[in-house]
Antibody
């Protein structure tokens, strides 16, 4: 059974960089896309971006100037960095596996989510 | 960006009711539409992909339909464990976008 677990600081100061890691267990990181999604408290879901295991990335244009997603296949992990954060970046951050099925993309496994609060 | 609009935003229903949630895309997305269920404090759970394909293990009372711009999620007989918020998502083109959610509450 594939499991994903987010880790990282729960509080980040304004203007600093939010850094999260997602550790994948029970399966390989190879041959899948890996994505980050966030959800402000009480609100809807926003896709942040994805990385393919080979390292190619695709980011939401609304965040593209501030986001970097990277992958470490040796550790079965992928990571998110979001710089210059503000209070608007306060959210639950989820990592997810994206299964390619033909031309479809299936968000089939998710981490439990981690709340990151931007506050001084 | 493709905008996804769900209706209603919330609904109240009783156990055993048939419930339909609709999702409209701002442009045609063929059948690149998924549905998720989210309960409070939990990650979204993947239910349906390709508009109509129900994931293995998802109860048969869940079904999806539609193509192009108009889609629907139907729960044929609402069960107590189905009270949750449901989201649609398009993966036709990036940025992949979600609907705003539909909260299904107990009547």
């Amino acid at each position: 059974q594939v499991q994903l677990q987010e880790s990282g600081p729960g509080v980040v100061k304004p203007s600093e960089t939010l850094s999260l890691t997602c550790t994948v267990s029970g399966g390989s990181i190879i041959s899948y896309y890996w994505s980050w999604i966030r959800q402000p408290p009480g609100k809807g879901l926003e896709w942040i971006g994805y990385i393919y295991y080979s390292g190619s990335t695709n980011y939401n244009p609304s965040l593209k100037s501030r986001v970097t997603i990277s992958v470490d296949t040796s550790k079965n992990q992928f990571s998110l960095k979001l710089n210059s954060v503000t209070a608007a970046d306060t959210a639950i951050y989820f990592c997810a596996r994206v299964l390619p099925s033909g031309s479809y993309r299936l968000f089939d496994y998710w981490g439990q989510g981690t709340l990151v609060t931007v506050s001084s | 960006d493709i905008q996804m609009t769900q209706s209603p935003s919330s609904l109240s229903a009783s156990v055993g009711d048939r419930v339909t949630i609709t999702c409209r895309a701002s442009q045609s997305i063929s059948t690149y539409l998924s549905w998720f269920q989210q309960k409070p404090g939990k990650a979204p759970k993947f239910l349906i992909y390709a508009a109509t394909s129900v994931l293995s293990g998802v109860p048969s009372r869940f079904s999806g339909g539609g193509s192009g711009t108009d889609f629907a999620l139907t729960i044929s007989s609402l069960q107590p464990e189905d009270f949750a918020t449901y989201y649609c998502q398009q993966t036709y083109s990036t940025p992949w976008t979600f609907g705003q959610g539909t909260k299904v509450e107990i009547k």
